[in-house]
């Protein structure tokens, strides 16, 4: 698929870096393109290039990704494509106005909730629907610990919570496709490549390297990230659904843990818990028994 004309695409993290980029490349293929950022002026800027309309949220805080879905929502009769890109890393640690780790809940449960929140309506995309999700390889040599998700049992480091956190965007990428199996909603994931982004805004180091000779001469560029988010929202959808890609080879997740589909469901539940879409109460009812997940 090639022709976006009549379609419209959501593109979280699109006031720079891969995120800039893709807006660019799907306004090109003739698309609607919703660009969300967190910058008022970077976002409205791509926005007017790409002839589209700026929205701005804060995944710092969940009611404001509420208001998103619900800006979207009133905005676009359809939505066929959402590509979850805005993503972060942390040099110290950080606390939302949730409660919840910052890199977690930037990286997975401020996307895990817009998502849920555009479900029908990306459902009812008459040619269906992409949803695509931003990952990392760092995943790779995350554990993901069900008790500690806010990382406060052990000693904070940043690259270890971020793994963690991609590892917990195969786990929803997985988990998504086999809950919306049947409704012609398509998912993904793929690690973009070492790019020069945004994504270490808030270490003064990691920003100097991406600027630096030698960075510039090692890191891809924003336009190199884009082609794997690209590539999955218009190939064949039966090749990538549930998938996830090293950047355009899709690659069978090399840890454990992001082939534990019971534990993938187990993050889906405790997700839909602290992000207000299911109560503990619902939780406890949907959920097998031991004796039949054995």
């Known amino acids: 698929m090639t022709d976006f004309q009549g379609k419209t695409v959501v593109v979280t993290g699109a006031s720079a870096g891969i995120g800039e980029a893709a807006a660019r490349r799907f306004a090109e293929l003739g698309a609607t393109v919703a660009v969300v950022g967190r910058s008022p002026e970077k976002t409205a800027a791509v926005a007017a290039q790409v002839g589209g309309r700026a929205h701005l949220v804060d995944y710092g805080s969940l009611d404001d990704v509420r208001r998103l879905a619900a800006d979207l929502l009133d905005t676009y009769e359809r939505i066929d494509v959402l590509a979850n890109n805005a993503g972060a890393i942390f040099r110290t640690r950080k606390t939302s106005v949730d409660g919840h780790e910052m890199t977690f809940q930037v990286n997975h449960l401020a996307p895990f909730l817009l998502t849920n929140l555009l479900l029908d309506r990306l459902t009812a995309s008459t040619d269906g629907a992409r949803v695509i999700n931003t990952g990392s390889m760092r995943y790779r040599k995350a554990h993901l610990d069900l008790a500690d998700l806010d990382s406060t049992k052990t000693r904070y480091r940043n690259l270890g919570v971020y793994g963690t956190s991609k590892l ?9 496709a086999r809950r919306t199996q049947g409704t012609g909603i398509t998912t993904s994931a793929f690690h973009p490549g070492s790019v020069a982004t945004d994504v270490a805004r808030d270490s003064a180091w990691q920003r100097a390297i ?3 000779a030698l960075g510039k001469a090692l890191i891809l560029s924003p336009e190199k990230g884009a082609e794997p ?13 549930g998938a996830y890609f090293h950047r355009l080879i899709r690659e069978e ?3 454990a843990q992001a082939n534990d589909q019971r534990l993938a469901r187990q993050l889906w539940e405790r997700s839909a818990e602290l992000t207000g879409l299911q109560s503990p109460a619902q939780q406890q009812h949907s959920e097998p028994s031991k004796a039949s997940t054995d």
């Open 168 to 176: 917990a965007t195969i786990l929803f990428t997985g988990e998504l």
């Open 210 to 212: 991406m600027k630096s």
């Open 229 to 241: 988010l690209l590539h999955l929202a218009t190939t064949d959808p039966h090749s990538v659904n």
């Open 253 to 255: 997740p090399r840890n």
